[in-house]
């Protein structure tokens, strides 16, 4: 028996091969995989192929006869790992830093020896460099590549949890973007909740990429996902320096601020501008669902916001001081959403948005994807999406549907910047 991967050594975006030869025509082989991630978490996966009548299994053109996924897919061992013990707080594969995956892979068949194998998945690229970035005016790490460039500069946001986004920015940069992973919120001296954040902190960032040498002054970008989507479709309506804007699970309006203390409960907007705070749509769930939060945390489950931001759009009186004018943004867009989105209605935001742009026939070019199956937490692709389904996924989604609107969305984002500002140095076309 014979066990392949190819490559051995990948970025997380590139797709490999992977083959068992040498069995009897039509014998089983079962094939495990495991690795950890950054907070010491295992994760597993396995499947059970049968062999073809040349005792071949193929897992890009084969189906698995069991195991963690079930349809033919190349990369399934992949994003339908688990975590090998159930944690309640555990949701997703954590990345924080974008250290390097090492996945081992054990195969087992009747008769025949096991075979282990070893496979490397990288987000950074040696060709690539990062730099920390801590100021009074700035706090955000940037990867771009070593060479002088110059490239196209993406600001990277994060969303409500406030973690950096270093893994997609090492990713970015190995496509040849000079990427500012930006913190807007949180570790000092920046303001410790999301309330009340200055806009003028993104037009610091655009400034700081525009003096730097290896990047395309005229070739500004920005990419959030949840609220950090919201703050950069508000930013791009700001500062005429951006040209395209991503949005992950977006929203189409300024919602209240989050993080306010029992000592200040006072309703406050997320952002401000020149000192004011923008106009915001409050966050007034209804009692049906504090009592569902009650329940929620009273089991320790996670708790779904869904209806709570449906709740808000009551509010109909703050609708259209609050809805983010997209129309006055100078650049393209693209939109990225979860039909099954159960943190907030982010497919409903992005046709609010689309329907808007339409309205004011928006000059350049837009576009929003709905994935069917999909929930709030897309990203890059080929990683564990989510934990089991037993116990009810806050962010919505199947780990197929995940894992589908993952790899799509990252094909999509990628060729929408090569559209926007043309085709990069870097020749790496992993995900392709």
């Not at 525009?210 to 070739?219: G, L």
Request: a negative charge; one cysteine or more; proline letters at 7%.
């Amino acid at each position: 028996m014979q066990f392949q991967i190819s490559p051995s050594d990948a970025q997380v975006d590139q797709k490999v091969a992977i083959q068992i030869s040498n069995l009897s025509p039509h014998q089983e082989a079962t094939i495990n995989a495991k690795t950890t991630d950054e907070s010491g978490t295992i994760w597993i996966s396995n499947a059970t192929f049968q062999a073809d009548e040349h005792g071949i299994i193929n897992l890009t053109t084969q189906r698995p006869q069991k195991g963690t996924y079930t349809q033919t897919n190349a990369m399934g061992l992949f994003w339908s790992m688990q975590p090998l013990i159930e944690e309640k707080n555990k949701t997703f594969f954590a990345t924080p830093t974008g250290q390097s995956l090492t996945i081992y892979f054990n195969v087992e068949a009747k008769d025949h020896s096991p075979i282990e194998v070893v496979h490397r998945r990288s987000f950074s690229s040696t060709h690539c460099s990062v730099t920390t970035i801590k100021d009074q005016r700035l706090q955000a790490t940037s990867y771009h590549p070593i060479d002088n460039g110059p490239y196209p500069g993406i600001i990277l946001l994060s969303g409500s949890s406030g973690a950096s986004r270093n893994a997609d920015a090492a990713l970015l940069a190995a496509h040849g973007y000079y990427t500012l992973a930006l913190s807007y919120f949180g570790p000092p001296p920046l303001p410790s909740s999301l309330q009340e954040i200055p806009l003028e902190y993104i037009q610091t960032a655009i400034q700081w990429l525009q003096a730097s040498p290896q990047v395309r002054h005229d070739q500004i970008a920005i990419m959030g996902i949840s609220k950090g989507a919201e703050l950069a479709l508000l930013a791009g309506t700001m500062f005429p320096e951006i040209k395209a804007v991503i949005g992950y699970a977006p929203s189409a309006l300024v919602h209240q601020g989050l993080g306010a203390t029992q000592e200040d409960a006072s309703e406050r907007s997320s952002w401000t501008y020149h000192g004011k705070p923008v106009p915001f749509l409050p966050f007034r769930p209804s009692l049906a669902f504090q009592g569902y939060v009650t329940k929620q945390q009273q089991v320790q489950e996670p708790i779904a916001f869904y209806t709570a931001y449906m709740d808000s759009l009551r509010n109909s009186q703050y609708l259209e001081q609050a809805s983010i004018p997209v129309e006055k943004i100078q650049g393209s867009i693209v939109l990225l959403s979860g039909q099954d989105d159960q943190m907030w209605p982010s497919a409903l935001f992005g046709e609010m948005i689309k329907e808007r742009l339409d309205t004011h026939h928006h000059p350049y070019p837009y576009q929003h994807i709905i994935y069917p199956n999909a929930g709030h937490k897309l990203g890059y692709p080929y990683v564990p999406t989510t934990v089991s389904q037993a116990r009810g996924n806050a962010y919505g989604g199947t780990p197929e549907g995940n894992a589908h609107a993952n790899e799509d969305a990252w094909r999509r984002v990628l060729k929408f910047l090569q559209q926007t500002f043309g085709p990069t140095k870097f020749a790496y076309k992993a995900s392709e």
